[in-house]
């Protein structure tokens, strides 16, 4: 097999038959085109072909604006979806090569911005991590949203956390964000940050500094009802 290159495409022959012209994602180069229903000629090769366009793969421009291979401007968590994109590639396909430009040097060799990128991927697995270890402490809120109103509540599985208690809705402060997220506070025992302490109110995670109570419900209910 034989490989023909210049700098825009990599086209793979063999026996003197083109193969495909390959979707690289972060300069790596699949074996096989992914097919994927709903996309035009059910190929993802379709709108990859001679380019790098990772960064569709976590924003969905599909455009020509769309399909490029910079991705320094997107956070941790869109990162992560794109990690998920690559790790998928890397176990279902062989890789055939890397292509130049953008992630990789005419040697093979990686660029600051493959370096860059995987900095950002670092992160973003470590925030996950902490995400994981906050969840257990504040499990997230069971939700449903019905006819113009919506509704929290927490159960001994809400989250997807399993446990032994039940728990009230909370607003969590997000840091870094203005925004907050509903998560199940423990209402009885000491605190998570110092569980083996003897000297404490019974009062769980209550007194969380992050914490702020639902607006118009009962603080010990184990359900609100939104009104904001």
């Known amino acids: 097999m034989s490989?023909?290159?210049n700098a825009a495409k990599i086209i793979l022959v063999a026996e003197g038959k083109k193969l495909g012209q390959l979707n690289p994602q972060m300069g790596r180069i699949p074996k096989k085109c992914l097919v994927l229903k709903g996309l035009k000629n059910d190929c993802i090769c379709f709108f990859c072909v001679a380019r790098d366009a990772s960064r569709a793969y976590v924003t969905g421009d599909f455009t020509d604006g769309g399909l490029v291979d910079d991705?320094?401007?997107?956070?941790?968590?869109?990162?992560?979806?794109?990690?998920n994109w690559l790790s998928f590639y890397q176990?279902?396909?062989a890789a055939v090569g890397k292509l130049v430009g953008h992630f990789y040097d005419e040697d093979g060799n990686p660029t600051k911005a493959l370096e860059d990128a995987l900095a950002v991927i670092a992160v973003g697995l470590k925030l996950k991590e902490e995400r994981h270890e906050e969840n257990k402490q504040f499990p997230p809120c069971n939700s449903e949203f019905n006819s113009g109103v919506s509704r929290v509540w927490c159960s001994?599985?809400?989250?997807?956390?399993?446990?032994?208690?039940?728990?009230?809705?909370?607003?969590?402060?997000?840091?870094?964000?203005?925004?907050?997220?509903?998560?199940c506070v423990r209402t009885t025992g000491p605190p998570s940050?110092?569980?083996?302490?003897?000297?404490?109110?019974?009062?769980g995670d209550l007194d969380n500094p992050s914490l702020k109570e639902y607006k118009d419900c009962n603080p010990l209910f184990d359900w609100c009802l939104l009104k904001e």
């Open 3 to 5: 490989r023909k290159k």
């Open 193 to 203: 940050e110092n569980p083996d302490s003897e000297e404490h109110n019974d009062r």
């Open 91 to 93: 176990k279902t396909y």
């Open 71 to 83: 991705v320094s401007e997107l956070s941790p968590s869109q990162m992560l979806h794109l990690n």
């Open 156 to 183: 001994k599985n809400s989250g997807g956390i399993q446990r032994n208690w039940v728990g009230v809705p909370r607003k969590l402060h997000i840091v870094g964000y203005d925004g907050y997220r509903c998560v």
